[in-house]
């Protein structure tokens, strides 16, 4: 039976250069689709690119091409270098990191892999140091803000709270006029807290990142612990998709998890394949599942 | 027959150090300017508000005799409704408006300049006598003891074109 599922299955799940390298095109793809911030020449060639390697599924394997997909996102991060998202310097990186895989002669997948371990130590690493050196973070800050202005958690709050979305509806306009005028450089304002303990859930909530992705980074670097990192990925994975609107980014993350997922571990591999085919679809619906602003 | 480099177990670390070099000169360069923790490859995000909502940034110039303060907004509205650039007036207002925005992220001097001095070519070609330029930035501080947020200017740069 299994077999059979398996011939008529689309992929093979345990092809793991054939899968991700899929993925990373659909994510260029969905981003050049999208974002009218990169230039119409950059955005067009990448679009007939990918589509060139959905019909000629040999170009996946071409060095050639990844290398391409990568030097047009380069070109667009170097002329926006302080404006572009950090997702877009991943993508450079990521689809570099497949131009060199099929580069090499032999084992490829595990330079694919070893790779892969390395950006996410570098990425996940440094978001990490950033937060624990942050004293704003610790706080509870963005967190803080967030809920202030009703940007997360809001059905939780609002079962318990039931003035919740009027307090936060009128800080937010507050905080919009606030800013909309010169003359209140230099003056506070102060909002209508909602919840008495919001400088506590802000603490937790932030001290509970650092932790996890702390964790995460630790855990990858190792060998053991195969089941555990993966299921606490998907974790950190969903539940910052109800706290930010990063689906792009999370595709990415929930991409890398899949690369250092073992193969035997088919469950996993596969639930970060749906967890994936939902990010990319929300994003490319521009479907906004309204846990945010 | 010895591998090249890009085939060595080596090229394993090339982009992962690639990357880590990049978020390491981020982090000196907000370290040391204006430039904001959540862009230039960095993985500061969250660290700070996030300034598409926390940072402002304002033009004021003198036009017709009055002193004029605006954001990027209000500068887009203005010429679209004035048709102040002729039938390019909403393609210089979305440029404008655009640029002023990419602006608050690394508000630095040079680049000011370079936008002020754009703005005021542009409109002496429509006719429009613009003097006295200056570009503020504004930043949104908050304090979690006190629920208290401050409007701060980051920026506030004049003289910007000779």
């Known amino acids: ?293 | 027959m010895k591998k090249s480099f890009l085939r060595s177990d080596k090229a394993i670390l090339i982009i992962p150090s690639l990357a880590l070099f990049i978020a390491l000169i981020q982090w000196g360069i907000f370290l040391t300017t204006d430039l904001t923790e959540w862009k230039g490859g960095g993985f500061g995000m969250y660290t700070t508000l996030h300034p598409n909502t926390a940072r402002t940034i304002w033009l004021e110039y003198d036009f017709n005799g009055f002193r004029v303060l605006q954001r990027p907004d209000e500068l887009q509205k203005r010429i679209v409704e004035e048709k102040s650039f002729g039938e390019r007036s909403s393609d210089v207002a979305a440029w404008f408006k655009n640029e002023m925005q990419k602006m608050r992220y690394f508000p630095y001097r040079s680049r000011l300049e370079s936008f002020a001095k754009d703005f005021k070519a542009i409109a002496n070609q429509s006719g429009q006598k613009i003097s006295n330029i200056c570009i503020k930035v504004g930043e949104l501080k908050l304090n979690p003891k006190t629920d208290e947020y401050k409007y701060e200017i980051i920026k506030n740069e004049c003289e910007l074109v000779k």
């Not at chain 1, 996102?73 to 926006?80: K, R």
């Not at chain 1, 002669?105 to 070893?114: A, G, H, Q, R, V």
């Not at chain 1, 595709?251 to 035997?264: A, D, N, Y």
Request: charged share 15%; proline share 2%; net charge positive.
């Open chain 1, 1 to 293: 039976m299994n077999s059979e599922v398996r011939q008529h299955s689309l992929f093979d799940l345990k092809d793991t250069l054939d899968i991700a390298g899929k993925i990373l095109s659909m994510v260029f793809m969905i981003t050049f689709v999208k974002y009218e911030g990169i230039s119409p020449f950059i955005r067009s060639t990448g679009v007939l690119t990918i589509l060139c390697a959905y019909f000629m599924k040999d170009l996946f394997k071409q060095p050639l091409y990844w290398f391409s997909l990568s030097a047009l996102m380069a070109i667009h991060v170097a002329q926006n270098y302080f404006a572009s998202a950090n997702h877009l310097f991943v993508m450079v990186y990521f689809s570099a990191i497949f131009g060199l895989t099929h580069y090499q002669l032999e084992n490829k997948e595990k330079f694919l892999i070893t790779s892969f371990k390395w950006m996410f130590t570098v990425f996940m690493g440094l978001a990490t140091l950033h937060k624990g050196a942050s004293l704003f973070y610790w706080q509870g800050g963005l967190f803080h803000d967030y809920i202030l202005r009703g940007g997360i958690l809001k059905f939780v709050f609002k079962a318990f709270i039931p003035n919740f979305s009027e307090i936060t509806a009128s800080n937010s306009q507050l905080l919009n006029d606030f800013l909309a005028n010169a003359e209140n450089f230099g003056k506070t304002l102060k909002l209508n807290n909602p919840i008495s303990s919001l400088g506590l859930i802000g603490s937790l909530l932030a001290g509970s990142v650092v932790i996890v992705e702390g964790i995460l980074v630790g855990l990858m670097l190792t060998k053991k612990f195969e089941k555990t990192k993966h299921a606490l990925l998907l974790v950190f994975v969903i539940s910052t998709f109800f706290f930010r609107l990063e689906n792009i980014f999370l595709s990415l993350v929930s991409m890398t998890g899949f690369i250092l997922c073992p193969k035997e571990q088919l469950t996993v591999r596969r639930s970060y394949l749906v967890l994936i085919a939902y990010l990319l679809s929300t994003s490319a619906l521009h479907m906004r599942p309204g846990f945010y602003y």
